[in-house]
Nanobody, 127 residues
Framework: QVQVVESGGGLVQAGGSLRLSCTAS????????MAWFRQVPGKEREGVSC????????YYRGSAEGRFTISRDNSKNTLYLQMNSLKPEDTADYYC????????????????????WGQGTRVTVSS
């Protein structure tokens, strides 16, 4: 049984930082690409960042580029998202997803190729 659990969300002031964590069990974590998505209530879920199985390939979408850093520790089955210089528009529920493949596909941000999802962790950035 695969379990994906995010943590680390919370309330932070604009300009602050947060680090999200995601632990996945019940699957070969070190063979899978992993990704972070986020969703504002009433809007579509959007891709934030994706990382290949070995961590050497990383991808970012939109405003995450240059402010967020995705990383992973395969020895701990854990994925991270370091978020710096947070803005109110970063407020969302953040979700971790396990990839079907070892590498991020060209369409990773469309949610294609991800099999298991966590329940989400809420990030609120106040102005």
């Amino acid at each position: 049984q695969v379990q994906v659990v995010e943590s680390g969300g919370g309330l932070v002031q604009a300009g602050g930082s947060l680090r999200l964590s995601c632990t996945a069990s019940g699957l070969a974590f070190d063979e899978k690409a992993m990704a972070w998505f986020r969703q504002v209530p009433g809007k579509e879920r959007e891709g934030v960042s994706c990382i290949s199985w070995h961590g050497r390939d990383t991808y970012y979408r939109g405003s995450a580029e240059g402010r967020f850093t995705i990383s992973r520790d395969n020895s701990k089955n854990t994925l991270y998202l370091q978020m710096n210089s947070l803005k109110p528009e970063d407020t969302a529920d953040y979700y971790c997803a396990t990839g079907r493949y070892a590498f991020c596909t060209g369409a990773w941000f469309t949610q294609e190729g991800f099999d298991y999802w966590g329940q989400g962790t809420r990030v609120t950035v106040s102005s």
